[in-house]
């Protein structure tokens, strides 16, 4: 079931949490709704699914205005964060509990009801769990339960919100990639909601990025890093080195260091911020050319087969985060301390954060 939300608006008194939102989800698609606390996330899903009601716009459902639908007869799945079971309920009394529910002439026989939780249990890796309650399982089986009961009623759009968040990190990873291999399985529509930048990239087919009611950015999760459209979204997905400089004659001048930036060729003399990313360093005992920086090792930090290192310009004492690998690390004999050289690649341009709005 596609999903279409249009000119969706949303205020709470003075506040205005979604504005003017577009946004068109195509069936099967599994989309993360990303973006720091207060974008508009979770009001725009409570909104798909019907617990919200937006102050202006549309939602559509393979075309059809669902706007004013209750979201009773929506055929939507709904999974909380803090999973929302029923704690006087077994995990089968759970799963069943929106089929025994159902109006008579569309409830499922007993046998039916039957055959579907348990093999939704099955599907979730909890077979032999049936007659425990909630508070008998660990929150990675009460996310699984929670999400088998979303899907025992068969809905044609699954949203969650924040499903993971509740969990440990450990846990967090391996629940993400079953989820995804489920949705791979089902292809039922659906959407999350998540301020994990790792969570978002890694599981979803697309991700939108949302802040202060707005979408800045809808891409694949390699299109929205690798090619980012704004500071904004540049900062929010992962760690970030900045350069302050100025644009002139068609170059971004940070210092000694050069940037071609024809694109801004017409805004001479504005502002430039230069962004890049820790593992996009080079470090080097001796300079290799023009724009090396000299700096100070300050820091090292070993996690597994990658070196972080914080870095003290000669010059100004301004911090520079790198990443490198641990060969690497090992082939250059890096002490604290130690004075080398750093050579920033792929550095992307931008003017100030309103130039984009």
Do not use: C
Not at 179 to 192: A, G, N
């Amino acid at each position: 079931m596609s999903i279409n939300i249009q000119n969706v608006t949303k205020t709470f008194g003075s506040f205005t949490a979604l504005n003017n939102i577009n946004l068109d989800i195509p069936t099967g698609e599994l989309v993360a709704l990303l973006g720091p606390s207060g974008s508009g996330k979770t009001s725009l899903l409570r909104i798909i699914a019907g617990l919200e009601v937006a102050n202006e716009g549309s939602i559509l459902f393979d075309q059809e205005d669902i706007t004013n639908t209750d979201p009773k007869e929506r055929q939507v799945g709904f999974v909380f964060q803090h999973y929302a079971l029923f704690k006087h309920l077994t995990v089968f009394e759970n799963i069943a509990f929106g089929l025994k529910v159902r109006p008579k002439k569309t409830r499922p026989t007993k046998q039916q009801i039957n055959d579907k939780v348990y093999e939704l249990l099955n599907l979730v890796k909890m077979e032999g769990l049936a007659n425990r309650y909630p508070a008998q399982l660990s929150g990675g089986q009460r996310q699984r339960i929670a999400l088998a009961r979303a899907l025992a009623v068969e809905p044609k759009v699954l949203l969650l919100d924040e499903p993971f968040g509740a969990l440990d990190a450990k846990v967090r990873k391996d629940l993400r990639r079953w989820l995804r291999r489920l949705h791979d399985e089902f292809h039922i529509t659906s959407v999350f909601v998540t301020h994990d930048q790792e969570e978002a990239l890694d599981v979803a087919d697309r991700v939108v990025i949302m802040s202060d009611g707005k979408i800045k950015q809808i891409g694949s999760p390699e299109e929205v890093y690798e090619h980012p459209q704004t500071p904004f979204v540049y900062n929010f997905l992962g760690n970030v080195n900045l350069f302050k400089g100025r644009i002139q004659d068609g170059k971004a001048k940070f210092g000694d260091l050069e940037i071609h930036t024809p694109e801004f060729k017409d805004h001479d003399q504005l502002e430039a911020t230069g962004y890049y990313r820790p593992h996009n360093i080079n470090i080097e005992r001796e300079p290799t050319n023009a724009d090396a920086i000299p700096v100070i090792i300050d820091h090292i930090h070993i996690v597994g087969p990658i070196v972080n290192l914080e870095l003290k310009k000669v010059h100004d004492d301004e911090l520079i985060e790198a990443e490198i690998n641990k060969d690497r690390f090992q082939e250059l004999n890096l002490k604290s301390g130690e004075q080398v050289f750093a050579t920033p690649t792929n550095v992307k341009v931008f003017l100030p954060e309103n130039f984009y709005i």
